[in-house]
């Protein structure tokens, strides 16, 4: 896989690739094997900032916005369009959701992970 300044990668239960980049509103997914991204999913903002997947297959990433402000948006499984959760945050640096679906979100502004349920 060719990715200029990526800094979150998770991988889905078919074994696609999703990575965020630095400087970048955007998830690049790549299939097996595959060198170039399959398909691109806009995220608002300027960079996305960490992904995960729930069990049904939904998956989130949290994003920050030029004027300080950031959040979390979802897709549930097998969407292109994703939606604002209304998590507020200060600024990203990676997020993760356990098996119960509680959204788990490192902020380095506040000097805390954050929690939050999925929808």
Do not use: H
């Amino acid at each position: 896989m060719e990715c200029q300044r990526p800094n979150f990668v998770a991988v889905d239960a078919n074994l696609n690739v999703y990575v965020t980049f630095s400087g970048r509103p955007v998830i690049d997914i790549f299939a097996p094997g595959a060198s170039q991204p399959v398909q691109t999913l806009a995220l608002p903002g300027i960079e996305g900032d960490g992904l995960d997947f729930d069990t049904s297959g939904n998956w989130y990433a949290s994003y920050r916005t030029s004027s300080k402000k950031a959040g979390v948006y979802e897709f549930p499984a097998g969407q292109e369009q994703g939606m604002d959760l209304g998590i507020r945050i200060g600024t990203p640096q990676g997020l993760t959701v356990d098996a119960d679906s509680t959204i788990i979100v490192a902020d380095s502004t506040k000097n805390v992970a954050e929690r939050g349920l999925a929808q």
